[in-house]
């Protein structure tokens, strides 16, 4: 009786913690590359870039899930905000209603968002998703990760690990990013002072 009731304790914590790390990132969350991307990781979870250091972003342009041209650098003199997400992962549901909050609030003072759905082979649940979520702003259609790879430099994002926040600021360059889901106050944290940067 006992070993029975331990195998279940048991049970129960290992499916405990495999769920905590399926909230956190859907995938292992590896860097995917060796590349040098200078950030400094906070206490808050938000790596950062110094203005100095940073990197521009590649390239990120295509069709988005409704079927329109979408041209990120059309954006440039405006901080960026560029979400990586899937249909099928549950840490990018639960983070939607914060994107969506924050594109809305932030808006005004000159902060794009921009979404880019990987990995879902079919446009329809990517659609219904925002749908769903009734999303403020487009993503970009990127199923196999080939618009990710050319735009990020190596080691910025991982297709493995999603969802993936990533923050440029007003020269199109990499000055921050989340791996794993978030929240209005971490995007908040993360965009306020790229936004006082003159």
């Not at 790390?21 to 969350?29: F, I």
């Not at 759905?117 to 649940?125: F, I, K, V």
Request: with cysteine.
């Amino acid at each position: 009786m006992f070993s029975g009731s331990l195998s279940r304790t048991v049970a129960l914590a290992a499916l405990v913690a495999l769920g905590s790390l399926s909230l956190s990132a859907c995938g292992n969350g590896t860097s995917g590359g060796n590349g040098r991307t200078d950030y400094v990781m906070g206490a808050d979870g938000i790596a950062t870039v110094a203005e100095g250091e940073r990197n521009p972003a590649g390239p990120l342009k295509g069709e988005s899930l409704q079927g329109a041209h979408l041209d990120v650098a059309a954006f440039r003199g405006k901080v960026v905000v560029i979400n990586v997400w899937g249909s099928w992962c549950p840490p990018c549901r639960a983070e939607a209603p914060y994107l969506n909050k924050v594109a809305r609030e932030m808006k005004p003072q000159g902060v794009e968002f921009v979404g880019i759905n990987t990995r879902d082979g079919d446009r329809r649940p990517a659609r219904a998703f925002e749908d769903d979520f009734d999303m403020s702003y487009p993503s970009l259609y990127d199923p196999t990760g080939k618009l990710i790879l050319s735009g990020f430099p190596k080691g910025t994002v991982s297709l493995q690990g999603l969802p993936v926040t990533i923050a440029l600021d007003r020269n199109g360059k990499i000055a921050a990013r989340i791996f794993g889901g978030t929240d209005d106050g971490q995007l908040h944290k993360m965009l306020d002072p790229l936004v006082e940067e003159k």
